[in-house]
Structures are given as C-alpha cells and as structure tokens.
C-alpha cells in the first residue's frame, strides 16, 4: 500500500535526542465507568505508540483501578464530573491534546463532561460516544471548533448529519467525498468518514482526501472490535505532537491502514498500536 506521506510529514513522526518528551505533547484520553475501559486504553496506547510524549487516561472513579492494572507507560487522573477535567486543564497547559468518546458513555455527566472540553478549544478527537452526544443535543453539537476531529461510521454519520448519510443505497466515492465536504463545513471540524473508502474533508477546503483500502485485501481484517478506537489514539498523538487536525487524521488513517495491511488475517485491535513500531521502520522513521 502506498501511504504517500511526505517528507515534512515523516519529519514529525520523528524524535530526536535533543527533544525532551513534552516536547511531543501530552493527550488526555477520557473513558467511561468500570469495566468498560478496554476502549479507551486501546486510544491511549495507540497515542503513546505514535509518539505522544506522555499520554494520561481520565477515568471515573470506580474505573481507576481497573485502568491501573491494565495500564503501565500511561498516566491516570480521576475524571469523574466536568470540574474535575476542567481542574486538570487548567493546572497543566502542557495537555494539549484531547479523545472523548470511545465508551466514554452517555449520561449527563458525560455532556457535561464533554461540553467542559470543548470549551477549552483545545486539540481533540471526537468519536464514538462522544458523537451520540452530540447528536442527542445540537447545543454541544454547537461548540465543535476548527481543532475538532469527527471520526463517524456510517450510522453515527447519519445521526450526526441529518440528510447527508447514506441510506439503503451506499455512496459512491463522489458522493461520500461530497457528503464528507457538507460535514466538514457544516461543523467547523475536520470530518473523517470510516469506510474501506475513507474520506477526510477540512472546512472550506476543496480537497478531499481518500485512504482507499479497496485493492488491499488485508485491510477487510479492520473489521473487528477496537480498531475505529485505536484511529481514533493515532490522530489524537499526532494532535498531541503538534500535527493540524487535517494532517494528523490523514496520516492517522494511512498509518492504521498500513499496520492493518502488514497483519492480516487474525488481526485484533491490539496488534494495531503493537505494530506501529513496523511501520515506522517501512517508511524510514
């Protein structure tokens, strides 16, 4: 599969010896209650394995020690109502990257939660839950900012954009690329938009870009539980170090894709941040 990542773009996959680990920023990933953690410690590794210098998960607090036993290079803050992660942000400006969404859950709190970050408008990856959300209420739906990354399936594309999904007959790519485009202009966010043909549009921007997977018969194997949550931890590192919400979820995407394409059939989403290392490797990093 040919990524088509550039130079400039490769140079800030990179790390070099006279970089100190903030310096490749800090992503906060939220989660949901207990024993619903596996996604969002899935986002978080796949944030640190793309070179986030340090990545903390923010969980509930009956959630804590279950993210602890399962979590070591990953930091843990209690995250359990809006003014605890309105305390965070505001006590440490070096986080600079945010995800909410993958079973984070769908309670007020969560809203609230939700609605605390947004209105930093700092860096963030919405996804999952987090889109339910805003489907459910057009106010937080209201606050999305040009450092929003919207990351929906099909059905979550259909909710979150009344109209401009595809119904019982499927897109073709001109008309998922124009769907995507409408998205991103009617939000104010970057809007990805899953599929074997992954389309990526940027407000007022006239290119859409397409990560197609069609030819690459490995890639089907993405089609399992947890991947969409490690896409979703690959944007938010490279929001986290540095990277625009357009570039970050173009390369996000070519990145996953290319991981998938070098594992293949038996792939789990656990592989996917596990074999991020490989694909540096293929690609000079």
Sequence with gaps: MNLNISPSQLDLLRKRSDQH???????LVLTGPAYSTGAARLTAMAALRVGAGVVTVGAPQDALPECAIHLTGIMLREVSEALDLSLILAEDARINAICIGPAFGLEREQALILRAALATKRAMVLDADALTLMAQDRE???????????????????????????????????????????????????????GAQTTIATPECPTVAVVDTVSEPNAAYLATAGAGDVLAGLITGLLAKGARPDFATEVGALLHAKAAAMLGPGLIAEDLPKQIPSVFRELGV
């Design 140 to 194: 937080l739906f209201t606050q999305l900012h040009e450092n929003c990354v919207l990351t929906p399936h099909a059905g979550e594309f259909r909710r979150l954009f009344p109209g401009l999904g595809e119904d019982e007959t499927p897109f073709t790519l001109d008309e998922k690329k124009d769907a995507t485009q409408r998205a991103a202009d009617l939000s104010g966010a970057v809007v990805l938009y899953k």
């Design 21 to 27: 680990k903030f310096d490749h920023g800090a992503a």
